[in-house]
Structures are given as structure tokens and as C-alpha cells.
């Protein structure tokens, strides 16, 4: 029960976090001249155009691993291709990060609320939203920014290093979900993403 009841309230923070990171991904690839997601509709708030059913379900029964459908991109548009994939990567998780400081600003505004009894019924589940609202975009743009393709901190890396290096990066792609997978089974990810949650809550006073 309290498995579902935790679900309930994490599942429409959830959807907004994942809506934004794959629309600033298209957006900014439109911005810098590839209009593909503009033309299959993935510039848009609807997170049913996001959402992967496998990768949903995946999050939903482990509560740690998930994904969403991703935004497509063709480089051949681009006027720097290298450098502007970078771009292009960066923008989900900084949007990520933007949306845990926008929760964190009504996070403090609801904190400081003064109500009474009965309407806290129904503000303590919004403020518990709104908390796991910061949790859950800290980890989601954290954990895109794990250096390994084809998460966007892979994309990033083979963007900065030199084409012989990032050719070589960019091979393991097929092979990264393996790879993280390992990662997660044997608490690395947990041991690295955690205590950076940790420690952005505590900057943001969440």
C-alpha cells in the first residue's frame, strides 16, 4: 500500500521530469537547424509522445532504472556536428536541473504556508510532490551525466574528446546498457548518484 501510495505521488513528477528532458533535447536540435522532432511531434508537453511502455513498466517495477523514448536527432543538419550534439545533450539535463530548482523555490513557498487542519489533508500530499518533484529531476540529470553512451553524459564526453578517442567511446553505445545495467546491480551508480543527490538536496534546503 505504501509502495502505491509513494507511486501515486511520484508518478505526475515523474512524467514532467521525463516530458522536459526529451523536449529540451528537441528543441535545442531544432534551434540549431534539425527539424526531425518538430516533424514526428516530440516538440511538445504531451508526455504520452515520450513515454516508452517497456521503459515506463521497467521504472515502475524496479524504481531505479527506466526509460523514455528517445528524442531523434540528425547531426547532418548540424553546422558543427560535434559541438553541437553537445548541445544537444547537455539540454536534458540541465533541464532536469532547472526543474528541481524551480520545486525547491515552491518547496520553501509552501514550507513557509500557514493552513489549517482540514486543508492540510490536501496541501501535504501537493508538498510531498513537490519534494520528490527536486529528488527526482536531481536524479534523473544526474544520471544522464554518467559518462557511458548512450546516456547523454556519454554523448557529451565524445563530443569533448578527439576523434580517435571519441570514436573509441562511441563504440561501447550497443554494449552501455549492459554496461550500467552491472553498474547498478553492484551499487556504483548508487554510491555515486546518491550522496550528489544528497548533497544538491542539501544546497537547495530540500
Known amino acids: 500500500m505504501e509502495w502505491i501510495q509513494r507511486l ?12 522536459f528532458h526529451e523536449l529540451a533535447h528537441g528543441y ?3 534551434r540549431l537547424g534539425d527539424p526531425t ?14 513515454l516508452d511502455a517497456l521503459g515506463t513498466l521497467t521504472l515502475i517495477v524496479t524504481q531505479i532504472i527506466g526509460w523514455a523514448k528517445p528524442v531523434p536527432v540528425d547531426y547532418r543538419y548540424f553546422a558543427n556536428p560535434k559541438r553541437d550534439m553537445m548541445w544537444v545533450a547537455l539540454a536534458g539535463p540541465a533541464a532536469n536541473f532547472t526543474l528541481a530548482c524551480v520545486f525547491a523555490v ?13 486543508a492540510m489533508v490536501y496541501v501535504h500530499p501537493i508538498f510531498l510532490m513537490v519534494q520528490m518533484g ?4 536531481l536524479a534523473l540529470g544526474i544520471f544522464n551525466l554518467i559518462p557511458i553512451p548512450p546516456l547523454d553524459g556519454g554523448r557529451i564526453l565524445v563530443s569533448l574528446l578527439p576523434d ?7 563504440r561501447i553505445e550497443p554494449y552501455g546498457f549492459f554496461i550500467i545495467l552491472a553498474l547498478l546491480f553492484f551499487g556504483g551508480t548508487q554510491k555515486v548518484i546518491w550522496p550528489l543527490i544528497q548533497t544538491f538536496r542539501l544546497l ?3
Open 28 to 30: 535545442v536540435a531544432y
Open 134 to 137: 527536486v529528488i527526482i529531476n
Open 8 to 19: 501515486i505521488i511520484a508518478l505526475p513528477v515523474l512524467l514532467i521530469a521525463i516530458t
Open 37 to 50: 522532432a518538430k516533424n514526428q511531434g516530440r516538440l511538445t508537453l504531451n508526455p504520452i509522445k515520450h
Open 164 to 170: 580517435r578517442q571519441a570514436y573509441q567511446v562511441a
Open 204 to 206: 537547495l534546503g530540500v
Open 106 to 118: 515552491i518547496f520553501h513557498a509552501m514550507k513557509d504556508m500557514q493552513v489549517s487542519a482540514d
